[in-house]
């Protein structure tokens, strides 16, 4: 197994050192518990498309799993993990309602407003709006098993696509999507997104909480959610190798396996 370093880790650290009372808190606890599993299985999901890809036979086998279905079950995944981690910062910023109207534009405000780095939500929102559209009707995913690879497109009821060409994902010159490389880089673009998200969330955190707690239920499983851990897969690594090497979206991205 291999595993990465939860991206909540250092601000959990950090409500412990002082001795903040929100780690008693059953409901924060379980809203960590689901972010950590939820982020796992959002790895899950996308390497097992990965490992499949290329494997003429596997691809056969599992066809029936690694359809329609399985796709639209990791988007819902990758938008789970994005809603419980607000659901976090807001416990621990009491962030107030945007005047906009919505989480999106008041994270943007936030971030903005005190942070040093700047973190666009476009991709976030476009997947968000692709995932409730498919959950509430409007567009169908159609997947494609050519070239012993699994592809699809999403199309709404004018059979147009609904997923913009890409240099990444995209077949050269074609609509059709590659699905590990498609989740991949949105694997990697949530888990970068959610390492500066808490890192913002922990730079504003009060130092020193006045109503201190000891919090001893919540000792013995801080070490518990230190890391997500899932399967190696050396097709999963490559593809972000080569998401660095071509400097999509014009960043690095960081990814620290051990």
């Given at each position: 197994?291999?595993?990465?370093?939860?991206?909540?880790?250092?601000?959990?650290?950090?409500?412990?050192?002082?001795?903040?009372?929100?780690?008693?808190?059953?409901?924060?606890?379980?809203?960590?518990?689901?972010?950590?599993?939820?982020?796992?299985?959002?790895?899950?999901?996308?390497?097992?498309?990965?490992?499949?890809?290329?494997?003429?036979?596997?691809?056969?086998?599992?066809?029936?799993?690694?359809?329609?279905?399985?796709?639209?079950?990791?988007?819902?995944?990758?938008?789970?993990?994005?809603?419980?981690?607000?659901?976090?910062?807001?416990?621990?910023?009491?962030?107030?309602?945007?005047?906009?109207?919505?989480?999106?534009?008041?994270?943007?405000?936030?971030?903005?407003?005190?942070?040093?780095?700047?973190?666009?939500?476009?991709?976030?929102?476009?997947?968000?709006?692709?995932?409730?559209?498919?959950?509430?009707?409007?567009?169908?995913?159609?997947?494609?098993?050519?070239?012993?690879?699994?592809?699809?497109?999403?199309?709404?009821?004018?059979?147009?696509?609904?997923?913009?060409?890409?240099?990444?994902?995209?077949?050269?010159?074609?609509?059709?999507?590659?699905?590990?490389?498609?989740?991949?880089?949105?694997?990697?673009?949530?888990?970068?997104?959610?390492?500066?998200?808490?890192?913002f969330v922990n730079s504003q955190?009060?130092?020193?909480?006045?109503?201190?707690?000891?919090?001893?239920?919540?000792?013995?499983?801080?070490?518990?959610?230190?890391?997500?851990?899932?399967?190696?897969?050396?097709?999963?690594?490559?593809?972000?190798?080569n998401m660095n090497k071509n400097?999509?979206?014009?960043?690095?991205?960081?990814?620290?396996?051990?």
């Amino acid at each position: 197994m291999n595993k990465i370093i939860n991206p909540i880790y250092n601000t959990i650290v950090n409500l412990q050192q002082n001795n903040n009372c929100i780690l008693d808190n059953s409901d924060f606890q379980m809203l960590l518990k689901n972010f950590q599993s939820n982020l796992k299985r959002v790895f899950l999901g996308t390497i097992l498309i990965s490992e499949i890809q290329n494997d003429n036979e596997a691809i056969q086998k599992y066809s029936d799993i690694i359809g329609a279905e399985f796709i639209e079950y990791v988007y819902q995944k990758i938008t789970t993990v994005w809603d419980i981690s607000y659901q976090i910062g807001n416990m621990l910023l009491d962030l107030k309602k945007s005047k906009n109207g919505n989480k999106y534009s008041l994270l943007q405000e936030e971030f903005d407003k005190k942070s040093q780095k700047k973190i666009d939500f476009k991709w976030y929102k476009q997947l968000s709006d692709l995932r409730n559209r498919l959950t509430h009707g409007g567009l169908n995913i159609i997947p494609f098993f050519t070239d012993n690879r699994i592809k699809f497109q999403i199309y709404n009821n004018d059979v147009d696509e609904s997923i913009e060409y890409n240099d990444f994902y995209n077949e050269k010159d074609n609509q059709l999507i590659y699905a590990d490389y498609y989740f991949t880089y949105y694997t990697v673009l949530l888990y970068n997104y959610l390492c500066d998200f808490f890192n913002f969330v922990n730079s504003q955190l009060p130092i020193n909480a006045i109503n201190s707690c000891q919090h001893p239920t919540f000792a013995a499983i801080i070490e518990q959610l230190k890391y997500i851990d899932f399967p190696k897969s050396e097709n999963f690594f490559l593809l972000i190798e080569n998401m660095n090497k071509n400097n999509y979206n014009n960043q690095k991205y960081n990814f620290s396996i051990s």
